[in-house]
């Protein structure tokens, strides 16, 4: 059997399972979502954000992308922002990077990666805002650790910049977290990213609503 036929004889047991559980299971799910979480992730294969949250289907909006990155001009993440927050309304934004990213190892790299050299530059900025504070790591794992740390920042900063979250965290307290991901471990770490002292920082440059 071929994995593509596994996948599909897994599909089938995993009805069955559901059904056991629920006989309404899917008749529930196909009437809606209302998730609580956004969950912008990295597109790493190790990482899936139900698993690790202990959620279910319909309880978290995910977006991955390479590095986990929130561009104010990638239309996708954009527009899932804007979703998730002005009509699904969650209460929570979650960044979750993860140890050990391909994508964030990739862009510190002097190599030619083709198009995704303009994606991997956000990366490098981010390195370049706090290169005193990385260049001073003698350890390269601890100090690529440390920069998907940063970036995890970095990506909570820019989704505070948007008008969609300072709207909503003023209407009706939106929170921003930064998280990340230790796949040695499986511990989801909780950065405690000062959501309202960065937002005051940045709301005289940024100040959309």
């Not at 559980?21 to 209302?34: C, I, P, R, T, V």
């Amino acid at each position: 059997m071929t994995k593509i036929e596994t996948i599909f004889e897994n599909n089938k047991k995993w009805i069955a399972e559901k059904l056991d559980m629920d006989s309404k299971y899917f008749e529930n799910l196909a009437a809606g979502q209302h998730p609580e979480f956004l969950y912008i992730g990295c597109s790493d294969s190790r990482v899936t954000a139900e698993d690790i949250m202990g959620l279910q289907p319909g309880e978290v909006f995910i977006h991955r992308n390479i590095a986990n990155l929130v561009n104010n001009v990638d239309l996708n993440v954009m527009s899932v922002i804007n979703y998730a927050i002005r009509h699904l309304e969650v209460k929570h934004v979650v960044v979750c990077g993860h140890y050990n990213c391909g994508g964030v190892k990739a862009a510190m790299q002097p190599v030619d990666m083709g198009i995704l050299n303009p994606w991997l530059r956000n990366i490098r900025d981010v390195y370049r805002i706090h290169k005193l504070e990385l260049n001073a790591i003698e350890n390269e794992t601890k100090r690529y650790n440390r920069l998907v740390e940063l970036n995890v920042q970095e990506q909570c900063i820019n989704l505070i910049k948007t008008a969609a979250v300072q709207e909503a965290h003023k209407q009706r307290g939106l929170i921003v977290h930064g998280w990340v991901f230790d796949i040695s471990t499986g511990k989801l770490i909780d950065l405690n990213i000062n959501f309202p002292k960065i937002l005051e920082s940045i709301v005289e440059i940024y100040r959309l609503y």
